[in-house]
C-alpha cells in the first residue's frame, strides 16, 4: 500500500474559506476595503488587544514595528539568534546594528540571563529588543519585560509561531501572546505553515494609539490626510478655506505593505478555525509526547514551562545525532524514503555570512546545541492520530530507538 507524503508542516483550507475568498472577489474591493479593518477587529479581539494592523507578511511586520518604534541607523536592535531570519532583518532594513542573545539549550528561547547578557555585549543601548516564542512556545514575558523596561528598551514579541498560546504573568492569571501585556508590540505572520493563513499577510498588534497610527500611516506610503495633520496649509485649502479634496501630503518616508481584501477574508475565516485549529494541534502534540516523552536523553521533545499552555506551531524533536552516531542528513533521507517530511529550525541567525560580515563573529553557545540537535517532524491539524503513529514508528526505526 503506497502511504501519502506527511510534510512538516501544511495549511487547511476549506469550502468555506474558498467560498468567502470568491464572494470578495466577486465585490467592490479587491484592496483598502471594508475587509480590512473587519479582519483587524477581529483579529485583535481573539489575542486581546486594543488594536490589530494587517499588513503583506509577517516580515514586513517586524519591519513596520521597528519603523513605528522609530528605530534607524544610529541605533541597535536586540534580536535573537535561533529564529527565521525575519526576526533580524525587521529592524536591519532600518539600518540599525543587531546584537544577538543566545538560547536555551533545551527550548531554543532568549532566557531572561541571554537577554541580560546580550545587552551588556551590545556596542551601546539597545533601542527595540526582538523576542520570539519558538515553535509556539512562549519565552518568560514578565521576566524579560522588567530587564527591557530597566534598560528603555522598546519590546516587541515576535509571535508567528504562536498564534493562540498563553502564558502566566507575575500574578499567575493566563495572558494570552499578542494581548502586548508584556510587550509594546506583537507580531504575526500569516504564511501558509502558520497556525491560520492568508496566503501571505502578517499582523502587528498593540494597545499603544500612537504605535496605532504610527503602523497604519507607515502601512501605506506616510501619506496624511485631514486637515488637523497638514503642514502647507496654503495647498491643502482654497482661498474659500475649503479642504481641496485631492490633497494628501508626506511627511515621513513610508512604504506600501498593505495586505488586500481577498487575502484579509481568508484570514478572517481561518481566524473562526482556531481554536479548533488548536485543539487538533494539542492532541497531536499528546500523542508525541506520549511516545517520545521517556525515549532516554538521546531523544527529547521540547520542554514547555508549566505555566505557559502553548499552541505549538512546530513539534520539534531534540535528537543528539551525534551519541546516536548517526548524520541529521542521513536521517532525513531516511525518514522521506518512508514519506515522512522534516526540517531544522533554525540556522542561528549569527550564523550567516550576512551577520557574520556585518555584525562580527559572536559564540553564541545555546543556539548552537540547540540547531545541532532540533528536528521538527510533521505537525499540522490536518493529520489523523494514525499518520502521527506512522511517524511515530518511522522515527523508531530509523533513529533505532525501542521500548
Ligand atoms: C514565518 C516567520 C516570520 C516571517 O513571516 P513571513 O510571513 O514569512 O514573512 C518571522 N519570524 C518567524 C519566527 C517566522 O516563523
Redesign the pocket.
Known sequence: MSESFLPYGRHWVDEDDIAAVAACLRGDWLTTGPAVEAFEAAFAEVVGARYAVVVS????A?HLAALAAQVGANDIGLAPTM??L??ANGMRYTGAEIAFADADPDTGLVTPDTFQAAIKRAAGPVKMAVV?HLNGNPVDMPEIARIASEHDIVLVE?A??ALGSTYRNETGAAVKVGSCQHSAMTVF?L?PV?TITMG?G?VIATNNPVLHERLKLLRSHGMVRGAEKIVNRDLAFARSGDANPWYYEMQELGFNFRAPDFACVLAHSQLKKLSMFAERRTQLKEIYDRHFGDVGELVKPLRIETSAEPVLHLYPLLIDFTALGKERARVMADLRELGIGTQVHYIPIHRQPYYVEHSGAVDLPGADSYYAKALSIPYYPLMTDQDAERVVRALRSVLGINS
Open positions: 507578511n509577517g516580515t514586513v517586524l529564529s527565521f525575519a526576526s520570539v515576535d508567528c509561531h505572520s504564511h502558520k501571505e502578517g
